[in-house]
């Protein structure tokens, strides 16, 4: 249990540190839609980082390829997420949240319920 936190919480630094490096090398002008491009690194990135988490901690299960599918396919919606003008809102209301990281969560979380 204590190995899948630090897993979670490596994912999430990592990819909070390596996803503008890595759109900075992707140039492409998506007109406002960057967060869809964000939510294919984020969901990337995390598979990524638990497949060496998998190596590295002990009582981490390795992840499968539809466990990449799945982060994709969350960090996607919550990315979508940011389109609807009353979920933003309620959401500010509770935890104030940049949209930037709406995918990233959606990632993490695809991540940990596919596990």
Do not use: C
Request: no cysteine; charged share 10%; glycine share 8%.
């Amino acid at each position: 249990m204590l190995a899948r936190l630090v897993l979670i919480l490596i994912q999430v630094g990592l990819a909070i540190w390596l996803a503008p490096k890595i759109k900075g090398y992707i140039n492409v002008d998506l007109q406002g839609f960057d967060i869809f491009l964000y939510a294919a690194i984020f969901g990337l990135l995390v598979w990524l980082v638990g497949i060496v988490g998998h190596l590295i901690l002990k009582d981490v299960a390795q992840p499968t390829p539809s466990t990449l599918v799945v982060a994709l396919v969350t960090a996607a919606a919550f990315a979508g997420l940011t389109f609807i003008p009353d979920v933003m809102e309620a959401v500010q209301r509770v935890v104030k949240l940049d949209t930037y990281y709406y995918p990233l969560v959606g990632a993490v979380l695809g991540y940990a319920v596919k596990k």
